[in-house]
């Protein structure tokens, strides 16, 4: 049964489905949420399914960011997890924390990767008139949001699309895409998972 850590940084939309989806017969359970910021609204909602959870806020640290991730390591370590979802989590790491959980840790990006790592991407794909949109889950390494991918999933930009309208089509893809990405990394599968 691997131990599942999932890193937060507002709401936690994506966080809720991920746990929802290791409540049934799977090959994983969470036992930590964690967020940068102690006001985050999906520490309740983890906490409100009896997900153990720790906040360290980022701010007083500054440009300080192995402090803050030194900080911030201390719960994530106690909960022992084998793999870590980055699940809206804002704030880029280190490559030193990245590399202490290179190969089983996970996010999930609100593009078609390799197009648009980095933010806005929404507002870039509509801005370079693309018919098609979508979102990644792919494993972290040093280069922000440039791992292998382990899964995508399209979807239309349609006629009048606005920044909020295409995120919104994107983010009911994402609740879809990253269950089924950590169901089977979960199982050692990493061939990509594409949908629809
Ligand atoms: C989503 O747009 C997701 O693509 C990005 O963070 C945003 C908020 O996600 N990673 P959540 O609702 O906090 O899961």
Do not use: W
């Not at 991920?18 to 102690?38: F, I, K, Q, T, Y």
């Not at 911030?72 to 022992?80: D, F, K």
């Not at 309208?165 to 609740?175: C, S, Y």
């Amino acid at each position: 049964m691997k131990r599942v850590a999932v890193l937060i940084s507002g709401g936690g939309s994506n966080m809720l489905r991920l746990l929802e989806s290791m409540e049934g017969d799977h090959p994983a359970r969470a036992v930590l949420v964690a967020s940068n910021d102690p006001a985050a609204a999906g520490l309740a909602k983890a906490a409100a399914k009896g997900i153990p959870t720790a906040a360290v806020d980022h701010r007083p640290f500054g440009r300080d960011r192995e402090g803050f991730e030194a900080a911030l390591l201390r719960p994530i370590l106690a909960a022992e997890p084998d793999i870590i979802c980055l699940a809206g989590f804002m704030r880029v790491l280190t490559p030193g924390f990245v590399r202490r959980f290179e190969g089983r840790m996970l996010n999930i990006h609100p593009s078609l990767l390799p197009k648009y790592p980095g933010l806005h991407t929404h507002a870039r794909a509509l801005a370079a008139g693309d018919s098609e949109a979508g979102c990644s889950v792919h494993e972290v390494t040093a280069d922000l949001d440039a791992g292998p991918i382990l899964g995508q999933a399209r979807v239309p930009v349609l006629e009048g699309d606005s920044e909020e309208t295409l995120a919104a089509r994107v983010l009911a893809m994402e609740h879809r895409l990253y269950p089924a990405v950590l169901r089977r990394y979960a199982q050692g599968d990493r061939t990509p998972l594409m949908l629809p």
